[in-house]
């Protein structure tokens, strides 16, 4: 049988490929990352994306139901019997009308991918499902990661679902309580580690070493496999179109390497004819990407300054420097994809960018205003879209669509600091203070009588304006044709 599959080091000058029954967490030559790679030749591709479109007939199909597997063909390194699926990737791009007219995009151009309709709430599951595809097909029990929190909750919940015992290493005191609430209700044992992210990735890949767990953390080339799915879904939205920019906010950087590789893939096949641009947002508070991707540096054919990351990195430690920001998710120092991110943006010819978590609180409280609850990570793309518009990179006019990573319950402590003012965990600076909380919406507090009630709610003064002025209707819609 001709070999589809394999896996492959992402380094030129070493190139070393292995078996996809191999569970690897590196090059076992050089030591970088691994890309899962295609023989196209020796598979059935389909000739045109719309072909795709026939599997939602077929719904009743779980591999034809999930957003991820009806794209199979276009990561098929596994037999249809191993597939470890519960339904994920069932997530939609809303064309948010009234949030683009009020950031200052043209009507009709801004679009919201919604990845916090997946079961666990957040886009991982669409990498989850196929690294678990990949753990069943090496007869892996025990499965462990380290997390941010919503890696943990997709493994707690895959693991459950699916006959593996799930590992998650959390930093302490760092998680949002909706995604530990996950891992913990799900089953996984869970280790509070002292200690931030960077730690715990650190740690859950020597104990996977010593014990033989089966790690699943984003150096898991399989796991960006499953990711792919969400640049397919948008294309499917477009009636396969490309989009002029994909915006992403940007933590140990999987998810956007997943998407330049599922376009340089897409390109390749011939199944597009043209690759959006990409913007990669970090907070200001973990911007390892941003500074050095600021000052030059870049794929470079693969080619990469790796002295440059390691005197940052240096650098970093020698200042005590540890990343810090609300957007909890994207709370990184040492993104394990860089590299792989670097690609990325040179293969859709992209821009990193920073926000605070100032920006990132208000575009979130400016997305749930609008009608879309996201946790602060997701904001951070809007946020950088305001900024990119402001600078001029991406233009009123073009068609923009933001990946809004994770729900807006994972993380309600923030959103309730936000509309509250009780706040213990964000730094204030005085610039920030001024404009603090500019749609904050709090609570009233009022008597239990009914004078008093009716008093606070006030005549009928609503404005619709506040919410965009401007009601849309089933004909604003844009018409999707198939
Ligand atoms: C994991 C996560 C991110 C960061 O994605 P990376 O692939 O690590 O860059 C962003 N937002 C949310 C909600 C996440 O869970
Ligand atoms: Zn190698």
Same mark, same amino acid.
């Given at each position: ?126 990498? =989850? ?71 715990? &990735? =650190? ?7 010593? &014990? ?14 499953? #990711? ?7 294309? +499917? ?53 941003? #500074? ?66 100032? +920006?990132?609180? +208000? ?15 997701? !904001? ?50 005085? !610039? ?51």
């Amino acid at each position: 049988m001709k070999t589809v599959a394999y896996q492959k080091c992402i380094n030129p000058r070493c190139g070393a490929t292995f078996d996809v029954g191999q569970t690897l967490t590196g090059c076992s030559q050089c030591g970088d990352l691994l890309d899962i790679d295609y023989n196209w030749s020796n598979t059935a591709v389909p000739k045109s994306l719309r072909e795709f479109q026939n599997r939602w007939q077929n719904r009743r199909f779980p591999l034809d139901f999930s957003g991820v597997w009806r794209f199979r063909d276009l990561l098929p390194f596994a037999a249809d019997a191993m597939i470890c699926t519960i339904g994920e990737g069932q997530t939609f791009l809303q064309n948010a009308v009234c949030l683009g007219n009020h950031i200052g995009m043209w009507p009709g151009q801004l679009w919201l991918q919604y990845e916090g309709m997946n079961p666990s709430g957040s886009f991982k599951d669409n990498g =989850m499902t196929a690294a678990f595809t990949h753990a069943r097909l090496v007869g892996a029990r025990r499965v462990a990661c380290a997390s941010t929190g919503n890696t943990s909750a997709s493994l707690a919940l895959y693991a459950s679902s699916n006959g593996f015992q799930g590992i998650v290493f959390i930093g302490s005191g760092k998680i949002a309580f909706g995604k530990l609430s996950q891992a913990l209700d799900y089953g996984a044992r869970t280790l509070q580690i002292d200690g931030d992210f960077d730690t715990c &990735l =650190m740690r859950v890949r020597e104990v996977a070493k010593q &014990l033989g767990l089966y790690l699943m953390n984003s150096v898991n080339p399989f796991r960006l496999e499953g #990711q792919k799915s969400i640049m397919y879904r948008i294309l +499917e939205s477009l009636s396969w179109e490309s989009p002029d920019w994909i915006i992403v906010p940007g933590g140990n950087l999987g998810n956007c390497s997943a998407f330049g590789k599922a376009f340089s893939e897409l390109k390749t096949l011939g199944l597009i004819k043209r690759i959006p641009r990409l913007a990669v947002i970090n907070a200001e508070g973990a911007n390892t990407l941003h #500074q050095l991707y600021t000052a030059g540096l870049r794929w470079n054919a693969g080619v990469i300054d790796d002295a440059r990351i390691g005197a940052y990195y240096a650098e970093m430690d020698g200042k005590g420097i540890h990343p810090y920001t609300v957007a909890s998710a994207i709370e990184i120092g040492r993104p394990v994809n860089l590299k792989k991110a670097l690609r990325a943006l040179d293969v859709m010819d992209g821009v990193t960018c920073e926000v605070t978590d100032h +920006e990132i609180l +208000e575009a979130k409280a400016l997305i749930g205003r609008f009608g879309l609850g996201c946790e602060p990570a997701s !904001a951070a793309t809007i946020a950088g879209l305001q900024r990119l518009l402001k600078s001029q990179i991406i233009s009123r006019s073009e068609r923009v669509a933001c990946v809004l990573t994770g729900h807006g319950l994972k993380d309600p402590d923030a959103t309730v600091y936000y509309h509250t003012g009780i706040n213990t965990k964000l730094a204030r600076t005085p !610039a920030a203070e001024e404009t603090w909380g500019l749609r904050a919406n709090k609570p009233l507090r009022v008597a239990d009588d009914l004078a008093a009630i009716v008093a606070a709610i006030g005549a009928d003064d609503f404005d619709s304006a506040a919410v965009g002025g401007y009601v849309p209707t089933a004909a604003d819609l844009p018409f999707v044709e198939y």
